[in-house]
C-alpha cells in the first residue's frame, strides 16, 4: 500500500499536471467547465444543501467530540467568526435588495425565473444569521462546527446564487464560466476542511 506522503505527492504532480494542460489548452478547460456547468444545472434543486449534508455525515464521525467542551482559548478565539456572520448577514440582505429591484419588472409580471437566484441569496442569509446564533452557546464544541457548517453553507449559497444569476443573463456567460470554476474549487476545499476536522477531532479524543 502506499504511503501518505507518496500519495500526497502523487495528487501534487497531479494537479500539476491539470494545472499545465489548463494553460497550455485553455478551450479544453472551458469545455470541462461547461459540462461541470451542466452537472450543477441539474442538481440546482438540491445545491444550496449540499455543505449541510456533508457536515451532517462529518457530525455522525465526529459525534463524540461535539459533545465534549471546547478549550478556553477556543471559546474566546469565536468572538471574531461571531462578528463575520453579522458582516455576511448585511452583504447578503445588500445583495438581496439590488436583486430585488434588477428583478423588479419580472418579478412584477408573475415571472418564476428570478425565484431561484433569490432563494440561494435568501438561503445564505438565514445561514449566516444562524451561524451568528449558534456561537452565543459555547458550552459544547457542537456550538463551533455548526458555526462553521452555516458559514460554509451560507458562502457556497453565495457562490450558487451568483452563478445562477450569471446562468439567466447571455452577456454574463465569462462570469459563468467563472463562477463554476470558484464553486468547484470550494467544494475541493470543503473536502479538505473535512479531513482535518476528522484529524482534529480524533487527536482531541486520545
Not at 468572538?79 to 419588472?105: H, I, Y
Not at 470543503?190 to 482531541?204: E, G, Q, T
Request: with cysteine; net charge positive; hydrophobic share 55%.
Amino acid at each position: 500500500m502506499p504511503s501518505k506522503p507518496f500519495v500526497k505527492l502523487l495528487l501534487f504532480v497531479a494537479a500539476l499536471n491539470l494545472l499545465a494542460l489548463s494553460l497550455l489548452f485553455p478551450e479544453l478547460f472551458i469545455k470541462a467547465l461547461l459540462i461541470a456547468d451542466s452537472g450543477l444545472a441539474k442538481c440546482s434543486p438540491v445545491l444550496p444543501f449540499v455543505p449541510l449534508v456533508l457536515y451532517a455525515v462529518l457530525g455522525t464521525a465526529i459525534r463524540t467530540y461535539l459533545w465534549k467542551s471546547p478549550r478556553d482559548a477556543t471559546a474566546l478565539a469565536l468572538d471574531r467568526p461571531e462578528a463575520s456572520s453579522l458582516t455576511l448577514a448585511g452583504f447578503c440582505f445588500t445583495s438581496l435588495s439590488f436583486l430585488l429591484g434588477f428583478f423588479k419588472d419580472e418579478l412584477k409580471k408573475g415571472d418564476t425565473t428570478p425565484e431561484r437566484i433569490l432563494f440561494f441569496f435568501a438561503s445564505a442569509l438565514g445561514c449566516f444569521i444562524v451561524a451568528y446564533m449558534v456561537l452565543r452557546f459555547r458550552t459544547k464544541n457542537l456550538s463551533l462546527i455548526l458555526n462553521q457548517a452555516f458559514l460554509d453553507n451560507g458562502l457556497w449559497c453565495v457562490l450558487v446564487g451568483f452563478w445562477a444569476f450569471s446562468r439567466q443573463i447571455t452577456a454574463l456567460s465569462g462570469l459563468l464560466i467563472v463562477f463554476t470554476f470558484f464553486i468547484l474549487v470550494y467544494a475541493g476545499y470543503l473536502v479538505l476542511h473535512f479531513r482535518y476536522w476528522l484529524k482534529f477531532a480524533r487527536s482531541n479524543l486520545t
